[in-house]
């Protein structure tokens, strides 16, 4: 479930630009973002910093877009994808991984303690950071590469996501595995 409310915003984006104008799209992830803090918040849940910039990066983006200048879906695919690199990556900057956000309300405070808590959020953020480079690399390209085929793009997108995502599924499981292997050993 927690997955799903980080990329909802982005994901709404991601397929509306497939669909709809560039406004709507941007528009449509804003109130998706706006939403998600609200069930945050109503859940007790703190504001998180990603959730947060992706409503501001879509409505900066959105107002530009509408008043001072239309840019192009490449443009806007690089500038959301660009903040969104620049968020993880201050993130990590200011020794606060975004993921840690999400992490400790996932486990006790006996777990947050422990070293391998922070490490882990450092892989974490810093596997999200490659991967929200790596589509805002990919988006780049097409700026230099007029004839690059817009399935190449999206299939960077797609394989760069869901190596984050599945990389953040299985890590912790794995790590917890090894905590509780090391333990085990010192025992007997």
């Known amino acids: 479930m927690t997955l799903f409310l980080i990329l909802a915003p982005f994901a709404t984006f991601a397929a509306l630009m497939m669909t709809s104008t560039i406004a709507a799209s941007l528009a449509a992830s804003a109130l998706v973002a706006a939403a998600v803090l609200t069930w945050e918040q109503f859940n007790g849940r703190s504001l998180k910093v ?3 910039g992706a409503l501001a990066a879509f409505s900066i983006i959105l107002a530009y877009h509408t ?6 879906a490449t443009t806007t695919r690089l500038a959301v994808d660009g903040a969104l690199a620049a968020i993880a990556l201050v993130s990590l900057a200011i020794r606060r991984p975004f993921t840690l956000q999400y992490a400790r309300e996932m486990v006790d405070a006996e777990t947050q303690m422990r070293p391998r808590f922070m490490e882990t959020n450092y892989i974490l953020t810093g596997v999200w950071t490659a991967a929200f480079a790596l589509m805002f690399a990919a988006d780049a390209l097409t700026l230099y590469v007029a004839d690059l085929p817009i399935w190449i793009i999206v299939g960077i997108a797609f394989v760069a996501r869901n190596t984050a995502t599945l990389f953040t599924q299985w890590y912790p499981k794995r790590v917890v595995a090894y905590e509780a292997a090391q333990t085990a ?4």
């Open 50 to 52: 990603i959730t947060l």
């Open 67 to 72: 008043l001072a200048s239309p840019v192009s």
């Open 185 to 188: 050993a010192k025992g007997v």
